[in-house]
């Protein structure tokens, strides 16, 4: 028998087994829910914060492939429920203290319902992500660079409540 055709009858062989035997690759998407990304209690007075939670979210079910349009069912429902600030040092400048930087943290839970009026299917804890930055001793400068570390947060904890979610590992703390 030529060499081609013994490749071709054994590469026949191999595909109708591997479909055969329950084999699927490790990535695909199909039978898994697509989810639909709602913004539940928000417990914040940051807008901001609460805007990036559902976009890191919306980014990491993006990106495994999960992410489904607003209407379908399952959703998953982001709680926004804590924004701890932190000093991470003390210095003095000019005989008065000053912080030398700061801790930003976002505390968010995830739930995901299946349909109206049910229980959650999913509920992920309280998911707490950091970030620090230095101080600075210009009001705006240090006012921005707040607002960048707040956001950055946001977008850290929304990416560990989809994947907490999605039923993949994930801690629930982060040090500070």
Same mark, same amino acid.
């Given at each position: 028998?030529?060499?081609?055709?013994r490749f071709?009858?054994?590469?026949?062989?191999?595909?109708?087994?591997a479909g055969g035997c329950?084999?699927?690759?490790?990535?695909?998407?199909?039978g898994?829910?697509?989810?639909?990304v709602r913004v539940g209690q928000t417990l914040?007075?940051?807008?901001? !914060? &609460? *805007?990036?939670?559902?976009?890191?979210a919306r980014s990491e079910l993006a990106a495994a492939g999960q992410?489904?349009?607003?209407?379908?069912?399952?959703?998953?429902?982001?709680d926004v429920l804590r924004v701890d600030e932190g000093s991470r040092g003390i210095h003095v400048q000019g005989g008065?203290?000053?912080a030398g930087g700061m801790s930003v943290a976002v505390v968010v839970r995830a739930r995901v319902f299946a349909a109206d009026n049910q229980e959650a299917t999913v509920d992920t804890g309280d998911l707490r992500? !950091? &970030? *620090?930055?230095?101080?600075?001793?210009?009001?705006?400068?240090?006012?921005a660079a707040y607002d960048l570390a707040l956001r950055a947060a946001a977008e850290r904890a929304g990416r560990a409540a989809a994947r907490a979610a999605m039923g993949l590992p994930e801690p629930a703390d982060e040090a500070p």
């Open positions: 028998m030529p060499r081609s055709l071709c009858l054994s590469a026949g062989l191999w595909a109708a087994l329950g084999y699927r690759a490790v990535n695909a998407t199909s898994r829910p697509h989810f639909a914040v007075p940051e807008p901001l !914060a &609460v *805007q990036a939670v559902a976009s890191g992410l489904g349009s607003d209407l379908a069912f399952p959703h998953l429902v982001l008065q203290p000053q992500r !950091a &970030v *620090q930055l230095t101080g600075d001793a210009d009001p705006r400068a240090d006012s």
